[in-house]
């Protein structure tokens, strides 16, 4: 399938009545694509994407289409997004420990490089914390400083873990002890139903 189809395909999925923040709706979209710019209708669609909940197929058009552009970044940025759409995500705020008090010691990179372990509230037979596994992707450009705070994304291994967490709940991350990190959750995100 060539760029201009994937993309195309990708634009069927989006409501013709969704606008982004900035007010760009499917049509726009439309028009960058007879236009050729392939680039700006990939960011267009992300966008979109984030106004509207997508299926995971809409998120595997666009990897595809980043991958014909060779846009790295936005092929990794779209396989999350599908992952999310699959299984369901939290957005958190997190704060890291400072050094000082037993945290990081380096910076967290931007995107989706680390899984680290999470204090739920779940507990062993024995009272103490049953960890959980998710990944984690830092959104934006920068890294997240010890000591610093920043809007994050988690992906559980295991989602049913998590069923029981509500917007406003506090989690702990781990990497080592003690904990590095402490979270409130601001967004849970119920995965998107795949297309018919």
């Known amino acids: 399938m ?37 680039e700006m209708v990939l960011l267009l669609l992300e966008e979109l994407g984030d106004a509207h909940p997508q299926p995971p197929e809409f998120w595997d058009l666009l990897a595809d289409a980043a991958r014909v ?3 790295e970044s936005d092929v990794a940025w ?30 967290m990179p931007p995107g989706g490089l680390l899984r680290p372990m999470w204090d739920i509230g779940r507990r062993t037979p024995e009272g103490g914390p049953l960890l959980s596994i998710a990944a984690l992707w830092i959104e934006g450009r920068d890294l997240l400083e010890p000591g610093g705070c920043k809007a994050v994304r988690l992906l559980p291994l295991t989602p049913d873990h998590w069923n029981h967490l509500r917007a406003g709940d506090v989690i702990t991350m781990h990497e080592i002890r ?7 959750i601001t967004e849970i995100m119920p995965p ?5």
């Open 69 to 71: 552009m060779w846009l």
């Open 178 to 184: 003690p904990p590095t990190g402490t979270a409130r």
């Open 2 to 38: 060539d760029l201009d189809s994937l993309l195309l395909k990708a634009a069927q999925f989006c409501s013709p009545h969704v606008r982004t923040e900035a007010g760009v709706r499917v049509a726009d979209v439309l028009e960058y694509l007879e236009h050729g710019e392939w």
């Open 78 to 107: 779209c396989q999350w997004r599908r992952s999310e759409a699959r299984t369901g995500a939290f957005r958190v705020e997190l704060c890291l420990a400072r050094t000082e008090d037993g945290g990081r010691r380096t910076p």
């Open 192 to 196: 998107v139903a795949a297309s018919p």
